[in-house]
């Protein structure tokens, strides 16, 4: 894909985005939120989502606003104390409300 800018449009508070995509029906590029980590443990939550050129967030025609469970170089999350759960609980709420705040933009 050829990238295009679009300096006028800002990304969400609290992102960072790749370069724009030429797209249809306009250009986009994918914003990332910060990466919600836990005490002592290596999964971590990252949430993205597409933001379209006319600063609107994608409703899931490439791809809704998600959140991704990360650990470190493997795929099961284990090995998490209580503390540890609380911790990720709060954490998966506060990327859920992140997630809800792009969509109401």
Same mark, same amino acid.
Not at 26 to 54: K, L
């Given at each position: @894909? $050829? !990238? $295009? !800018? ?8 609290? !992102?960072? *985005?790749? %370069?724009?995509? #030429?797209?249809?029906? @306009? ?19 990252? $949430? ?10 994608? %409703?899931?025609?490439? +791809? *809704?606003?998600? *959140?991704?469970? /990360?650990?470190?170089? !493997? ?17 998966? /709420? +506060?990327?859920? %409300? ?5 969509? *109401? #933009?």
């Amino acid at each position: @894909m $050829t !990238t $295009t !800018t679009h300096p006028s449009v800002p990304v969400p508070a609290g !992102t960072t *985005a790749d %370069d724009w995509q #030429r797209g249809d029906p @306009m250009p986009y590029r994918f914003v990332f939120g910060a990466n919600r980590g836990i005490t002592d443990h290596t999964v971590c939550i990252s $949430t993205a989502s597409v933001q379209w050129a006319d600063d609107s967030i994608d %409703d899931g025609q490439i +791809e *809704a606003p998600s *959140a991704s469970f /990360l650990n470190g170089d !493997t795929e099961v999350i284990s090995g998490l104390n209580s503390d540890q759960l609380r911790e990720l609980a709060a954490l998966i /709420l +506060e990327a859920a %409300d992140e997630l809800d705040r792009w969509v *109401a #933009r």
